[in-house]
């Protein structure tokens, strides 16, 4: 139950973070340096992302505790790619972005596909036979573990508008989505709060920890994922609000400019 250092996982996050700091040094040397808080976001969310996959977090969440694997869950799939969306922005992102492929792909980032699909996403492998299916086959953990990062990648790089979307998806569609998302999240923690039937066998036959009968884990797995959503909810509210008052700081200053 202790820290591993697998280089499957480590090397793809070491390769992002090697990329990530060649195109910041290249912006830097054009004049166009990346602020400090995109660069220390983006650090955080490598970060998150050793943590989840190195840590105990990682073993007891597998084998013990499903309250601690839906931790590490919301770490791969909320918290890490929200500090990654906020540490992006266009000038770091525009050589991905230039093949014809990638550029069809940014159909994904539009509100009405990125939204539903990343509830569908996180519902899905929630199903006990997918969910089952993860734990006992490391193929498809992985294949879960990469499609809550990149649901969580999409989601908020959608409703923080890191690419250029429709004209009609302004703060207040992008508040509107922030309820959404809040409201599915709620909706699944829910059903773990209050069930009465412990819903996946590897938890029914693992070893018991901290005194937890399988449903009592269950329960505190979805309490975990309710606190954290309300959490990252507030910080994302807070985000969209100070842009909010950008907005209007810079509508009145154009205002104030014009000839009288």
């Not at 039937?197 to 029914?204: D, E, L, Q």
Request: glycine share 10%; net charge positive; aromatic share 8%.
């Amino acid at each position: 139950m202790g820290w591993s250092f697998a280089p499957s996982q480590l090397v793809p996050i070491a390769v992002v973070a090697v990329l990530y700091a060649r195109r910041a040094r290249t912006l830097a040397r054009r004049g166009r340096p990346v602020p400090t808080g995109k660069l220390a976001a983006f650090g955080a969310g490598l970060g998150v992302l050793v943590l989840a996959v190195v840590s105990p977090v990682d073993s007891i969440g597998e084998e013990r505790l499903f309250s601690v694997h839906m931790l590490q869950h919301l770490l791969i799939g909320d918290l890490a790619p929200l500090l990654l969306a906020l540490g992006l922005s266009g000038p770091l992102l525009r050589p991905l972005l230039k093949p014809k492929p990638v550029q069809r792909l940014q159909v994904l980032t539009h509100p009405l596909v990125a939204l539903p699909l990343w509830a569908v996403n996180l519902c899905v492998w929630h199903l006990p036979v997918l969910y089952d299916a993860a734990l006992g086959h490391p193929i498809v953990h992985a294949l879960q573990h990469v499609c809550f990062l990149t649901g969580g990648l999409l989601l908020w790089s959608t409703l923080l508008g890191l690419l250029p979307g429709p004209r009609w998806y302004g703060l207040g569609a992008r508040f509107a989505s922030l309820g959404f998302v809040w409201l599915v999240g709620a909706a699944l923690a829910n059903v773990f709060l209050w069930s009465d039937t412990a819903y996946y066998s590897a938890y029914v036959h693992a070893p018991r920890t901290w005194g937890l009968s399988p449903v009592d884990d269950q329960r505190a797995g979805g309490g975990v994922m309710l606190v954290e959503m309300m959490l990252v909810g507030v910080a994302v509210f807070v985000v969209l609000g100070l842009r909010w008052l950008e907005d209007a700081e810079r509508r009145q200053r154009r205002l104030e400019a014009r000839p009288s």
